[in-house]
């Protein structure tokens, strides 16, 4: 028996629009309430861009310049976020030095980072110590002692290595473009950087 000849006619089209809601739940739009923590801009920006990354992954040190030069380039935030992954044997520590430097400045904490990417290849868990204390004194810092064992740095770390789990992340470098923007995707992963642009103009 068909399903017409069970239903009045009134009832068929609620039934169907019930179906499209079962069958295409990816064609509902994201609530404002739904996006994760996360994947919002900072407060004041409408687009920006969000890094979850590992200081060791070499293709997150090829990825990075990209990135900051499209922040630049768009005049929007970059958030990045530490990532470390457990078969990397100095990302963890490298991150917790990163965040020392943060403490000094942000921008002092982005050059850390940079450095750590340009120089990957030459660092090791035996000489990361000593990077960080030559990259302190080049700043005319004094690198503290023990520093890589501040329980506040490792929390830091560790909420944002929390957050990415949330997320469900399980690779570095995982790339979003996060939008305010009324009416458009709050948020969208990028998986090809070639069309990082492109997806930007497209957020934006």
């Not at 520093?147 to 830091?156: G, H, Q, R, T």
């Not at 570095?172 to 009324?182: E, F, G, L, M, R």
Request: charged share 20%; net charge neutral; with cysteine.
């Amino acid at each position: 028996m068909k399903i017409q000849q069970l239903l009045p006619r009134r009832v068929l089209p609620i039934a169907f629009a019930l179906c499209l809601l079962l069958v295409l739940p990816s064609a509902l739009p994201v609530l404002a309430d739904d996006v994760p923590d996360g994947l919002r801009p900072p407060k004041g920006a409408q687009t920006a861009l969000v890094v979850f990354e590992d200081l060791q992954c070499p293709q997150c040190g090829r990825v990075a310049p990209l990135l900051v030069q499209a922040s630049h380039t768009y005049k929007i935030p970059l958030v990045q976020h530490d990532f470390p992954l457990p078969m990397h044997n100095w990302s963890f520590e490298a991150a917790v030095l990163a965040r020392y430097f943060d403490t000094q400045s942000k921008e002092l904490g982005d050059q850390f980072r940079a450095t750590v990417f340009e120089h990957q290849m030459e660092i090791s868990p035996q000489t990361l110590h000593g990077f960080a204390e030559k990259f302190a004194s080049d700043h005319k810092l004094s690198l503290p002692f023990a520093v890589d064992k501040d329980p506040k740095l490792i929390a830091l770390v560790n909420a944002d290595k929390d957050l990415g789990v949330g997320l469900h992340i399980d690779h570095t470098p995982t790339i979003w473009i996060v939008s305010n923007k009324k009416g458009g995707k709050p948020f969208v992963e990028v998986k090809d950087t070639s069309q990082l642009y492109v997806m930007i103009d497209a957020m934006k």
